[in-house]
């Protein structure tokens, strides 16, 4: 004989059925994303209406002259080649400027006066970043109005801009280049012998421009480092000879040094001697 289910079995069974779990939905991450399809469909987009908008804003083309025949790029390779440039522009401002004697400078003041938490990085790249702008505001005022205005009116080619701009940073590197290591760095890249230092390429006389500011500003921090030493000197020897060697000696030097920075105003004799050290070229 078949036994029937209890009374109750049926019921408790509709309640676990009904009390079931439901399938969770399929997560996010799972999902294939279109930010990726998005994105690549707006880059073709955006090339594809490129020369459009180019004709349209009168945008000048790049061109080559060979034997007489003028070959134009294309207006992607010019949007390219100024994209790069910008991108560079940080690495420029750094190597083609006198930023690099201001900071390295500034920064070996502070390692002398002790203040290595007192005097933030930020505030040391702003004074030196100051300081650059400062400096290079006659050649920023040449390459705008010779080289940056007429191509904007199109007056001039990208290649004429930028031949146009060159001249005068060459100028003022060469003028802060010391002889030995213009001649080190020529030879390094194989040049040959140059009656014009303007002659060598504009690499070479980067790299020369850059060791050389490394030199000076390393001349102009150890005089500025003398002076704080030898007031740790005679604070660390006080204190020995007081039989206070658990005492700290920049607890003591600190304070002097501030004071005696203060006195002579050094900040102002730092700025002008900074300022000054730079050979400006008309």
Known sequence: MMRLPPAGAAPRLAVARERAPEPPAPSSAGRPSRLPALFACAATLGLALLPQIAAAASIPIIGTTTEGNTTDFTVKTQVLILMTLLGLLPVLALMMTSFAR??????????????????????????????????????????WLNAFVPYDEDRIGLQEALKIAEAPLSRFMLAQTSKSALAQISHLAGEGEVADPADHAFTVKLAAFVLSELKTAFQIGCMLFIP????????????????????????????????????????????????TSVRMVS
């Open 228 to 275: 704080f030493l030898v007031i740790d000197l005679v604070v660390s020897s006080v204190l020995m000879a007081m039989g206070m060697m658990m005492l700290s000696p920049l607890v003591i030097s600190l304070p002097l040094k501030l004071l005696l920075f203060v006195l002579v105003d050094g900040w102002t004799l730092t700025v002008n001697t900074l300022v």
């Open 102 to 143: 201001f900071v390295i400078v500034l920064s070996l003041l502070r390692q002398a006066l002790g203040l290595q938490q007192g005097l933030p990085n930020r505030i040391i790249t702003g004074v030196a970043l100051i300081l650059t702008l400062l400096v290079m505001r006659p050649i920023g005022e040449h390459v």
